[in-house]
């Protein structure tokens, strides 16, 4: 099977623009969650989807929103950038997503997005 | 508030020696506690799962033990190799119905030749 897929690789935005990041996740897992990953702050959880409802939502400004669409592709969107933004985001994905019970997450490779 | 220590933010160690690493959480009752290594410049990958029923869980060099009375987990890795050399995170859920998986700030490993 094909891993979880995250494009593009690399972005570099300026303050103020928005960007959208998309996230394929293994064939038959209906779960995906997003997550930012910075050196200060480690990784921090954004949100949860399934079956295109967001089911969680971590401590993140408006500015990050999410969608999941019927063929269980995910893509985040971050409106009017801050320099703040510039992090790796990770999506992963499981079958059912992180319930208490035995689903391990898979990860993509990330984007590495900069905001100058 | 709900935290998740891992015991320091590096960690040297000699090839062939066992490989310590310590995950301490406070104000969660998870259900089960993940182990993860990462790359740079890469997405973590999944180690180990072991559930609060369980007191320890094996994987060829891979060792992870998990008390709830002290909320507390320990990874070892035995013989250690530079191969080993990676940051792991620990995570937990954060409870029934939360859908969220929540990570420490990882430990970054090195294995000294």
């Known amino acids: 099977k094909a891993g979880v897929t995250q494009t593009p690789r690399y972005l570099i935005k300026t303050r103020g623009q928005q960007v959208t990041l998309s996230c394929s996740p293994i064939?038959?897992?209906?779960?995906v969650s997003w997550y930012q990953q910075t050196p200060g702050q480690g990784l921090q959880f954004l949100f949860e989807?399934?079956?295109?409802?967001?089911?969680n939502k971590g401590n993140f400004p408006g500015r990050f929103s999410g969608r999941q669409f019927s063929n269980s592709r995910s893509e985040m969107n971050v409106s009017t950038l801050e320099l703040g933004d510039s992090a790796l985001y990770l999506c992963?994905?499981?079958?059912?997503?992180?319930?208490?019970?035995?689903?391990?997450?898979?990860f993509g490779p990330g984007t590495r997005l900069t905001v100058l | 508030s709900q935290k998740i220590e891992q015991n320091s933010e590096a960690l040297n160690i000699q090839e062939g020696k066992t490989a310590t690493l310590t995950c301490n959480y406070t104000?969660?009752?998870?259900?089960?506690l993940q182990w993860y290594r990462q790359d740079p410049g890469r997405g973590p990958v999944f180690l180990l799962l072991i559930r609060e029923n369980e007191k320890e869980k094996r994987k060829e060099r891979l060792k992870v033990t998990f008390d709830t009375t002290l909320k507390q987990s320990l990874f070892h890795i035995t013989a250690s190799q530079p191969a080993d050399s990676a940051t792991y995170l620990c995570?937990?859920?954060?409870?029934?119905?939360?859908?969220?998986?929540?990570f420490g700030k990882g430990t970054k490993l090195s294995v000294i030749p």
């Open positions: 995570a937990l859920d954060s409870g029934a119905g939360s859908y969220q998986l929540t």
């Open positions: 104000n969660y009752s998870p259900a089960y």
């Open positions: 064939s038959g897992h209906r779960s």
């Open positions: 989807y399934f079956s295109e409802t967001q089911r």
């Open positions: 992963a994905s499981s079958p059912q997503g992180p319930r208490g019970g035995t689903d391990t997450q898979y």
